[in-house]
């Protein structure tokens, strides 16, 4: 279970990019994630360097226990290079708060990616389960099997009264978020999607961009995910986001529609556009190639491009990101460089006829 | 531009309120009514509120009986002591109520006992709810919290030792040896379920 096998790593990709699943034209995943803490440490940010490294101790035991370590990768964060822990963030396996933290810490993750289990960021343990689609069922059945198996084991710091007792006041109570990541490019282009962030805040729910809290939204990607966590149980949280994102589905849908139906012209140049540029770039930047990206998915869903799958797009959001650049290249690049690389990847990836 | 708190005289103060290192919100207001927002600030009784909440106090004062309202509030500038007794620190981290309010992260699990008055009215802000209880599920050995807490203090507490010893530490040993014989006198608890 020490083992870090990285290597290799980079070149696989899970299974929530495959593009399919619930409502695959608009939501590429749903996420569920617990906060928990051990019992009788403090939280992260005030435990010393050796009660970190007991916590972390403590937690692979359990992982051990309960026979997580046998089809899982385990990284010890502390000891991989920088450019390694960003390809874990770029790939959605630990958030950026865990990779620029200090001291000993960790990620558990099955090979499928769908499991994460981060040690030691702000909360001692954050499990995650990622599901391609819209797919929150499955997804929180799935992390509640190892939630409770793990709960056996470890005793979690809970109390009656404010139940999983949380770093943060904002996570405590059942610990849960529940974020669906949706591509929204219709509601963006028509101007729609500050509407849709007030409804969204009016019922307790908060859109974010890609890669969490304070990130811009790039290439039109969007998180939804419950803001509260105390007063309301796991089901009624689950229940919330099922009400709310379908509704939000359907706007973008019904706008894709008009889009088609009423611009078709305008529509239609933008995505032929953006494939035409793709195919061609020398140098992409990151920006631009999501950009474009979002125009491309937005074309295979309205039937405009025939000849790129989903999961091509899905995977270049990822393998496009600089860390994934660097780490297969095996050294830092400076970025002119990495635009060059990024755009010889999206060729070849997109030119006719190879998929 | 109009001071956004009082809506009349001429805003020269911007505040933003920061999360994250991201600008949440900007307001702009004139110099009275900044003073009057700083006390409301550091009012060490009330809960952590952003700016438009505090905004939305203010007004209400000056709304209402102006004077004795505001006599109500602390002096400008207020990091001076409040009158109520302190709120004293964890005992478990040591980390206090304004350490919390400035970082607004909970060192350890007994913050939420030691704050608890304090924590509510935070609690049911952030979370939109009344009154601040949990909800759902809890962990199956949730009763029996304090039985593992005393087992793990005392594989803690021999951890320490063994440290203590191979680090020629004989003072510190000897207070931990005397813990530890402490804790294994107390009748045992017995295990409960499985």
């Known amino acids: ?355 | 531009m109009d001071c956004q708190c009082c809506n009349k005289k001429p805003a020269r103060i911007r505040i933003c309120d920061v999360e994250e290192s991201a600008i949440e919100e900007q307001l702009n207001v004139c110099p009275d009514c900044f003073n009057l927002i700083k006390r409301y600030m550091f009012d060490m009784n009330k809960p952590l509120m952003t700016t438009v909440d505090v905004i939305a106090e203010v007004q209400g004062l000056l709304t209402a009986s102006g004077e004795t309202a505001l006599a109500t509030l602390p002096e400008a500038g207020g990091i001076t002591p409040v009158k109520s007794a302190p709120v004293p620190a964890c005992p478990e981290c040591g980390i206090t109520l304004s350490e919390f309010r400035a970082k607004g992260r909970f060192g350890c699990r007994r913050d939420y006992e030691v704050f608890a008055e304090h924590l509510d009215p935070l609690l049911e802000r952030i979370h939109d709810v009344q009154p601040a209880r949990h909800e759902g599920r809890l962990p199956a050995s949730a009763g029996r919290i304090e039985v593992v807490e005393k087992q793990l203090s005392l594989t803690d507490l021999r951890k320490r030792l063994a440290a203590a010893v191979a680090e020629e530490n004989y003072e510190a040993a000897a207070r931990l040896r005397d813990q530890i014989n402490e804790l294994e006198k107390q009748p045992k608890l017995g295990k409960t379920g499985e």
């Open chain 1, 1 to 355: 279970m020490s083992e870090t096998t990285f290597e290799g790593f980079p070149h696989l990709l899970g299974e929530w990019l495959k593009g399919t699943g619930p409502d695959a034209d608009v939501v590429i995943s749903t996420r569920v994630r617990f906060a928990r803490n051990v019992q009788g440490y403090p939280f992260t940010g005030r435990a010393s360097e050796q009660q970190r490294s007991d916590v972390l101790k403590v937690c692979e035991d359990a992982l051990k226990e309960i026979h997580l370590d046998r089809s899982v990768v385990n990284i010890e964060l502390d000891k991989i290079e920088d450019r390694k822990r960003e390809v874990l963030v770029e790939r959605h396996l630990i958030s950026r708060e865990l990779a620029n933290g200090e001291g000993p810490r960790g990620v558990t993750f099955g090979r499928g990616e769908m499991l994460s289990i981060m040690l030691n960021e702000e909360d001692h343990l954050r499990l995650q389960w990622i599901k391609s689609g819209f797919d929150v069922d499955r997804a929180y059945k799935a992390l509640c099997k190892i939630d409770r198996a793990l709960e056996t084991v470890i005793p979690y710091a809970t109390s009656d009264r404010y139940g999983y007792l949380t770093a943060c006041p904002t996570n405590v109570g059942t610990g849960m978020r529940v974020s669906v990541m949706v591509h929204l490019p219709a509601l963006t282009l028509k101007e729609n999607i500050d509407y849709v962030f007030k409804a969204a805040q009016r019922m307790n729910h908060a859109v974010r961009g890609l890669y969490g809290e304070g990130t811009r939204a790039f290439g039109d990607m969007y998180q939804i995910s419950n803001q509260t966590t105390l007063g309301r149980s796991e089901e009624q949280i689950v229940e919330a986001i099922k009400a709310i994102v379908p509704k939000i589905l359907e706007f973008e849908r019904q706008r894709r529609g008009q889009l088609y139906t009423e611009e078709r012209s305008f529509v239609e140049d933008k995505v032929l556009r953006s494939l035409a540029l793709m195919r061609s770039a020398r140098r992409l930047n990151v920006q631009e190639m999501m950009s474009h990206l979002s125009m491309l998915r937005l074309g295979i869903d309205l039937g405009i491009i025939n000849d790129v799958p989903m999961r091509t797009v899905n995977e270049l959001f990822i393998l496009g990101q600089p860390s994934h650049l660097q780490v297969n290249e095996g050294r830092d690049l400076p970025p002119a460089e990495r635009d060059t690389l990024r755009a010889d990847l999206v060729r070849s990836r997109l030119s006719a006829g190879t998929n």
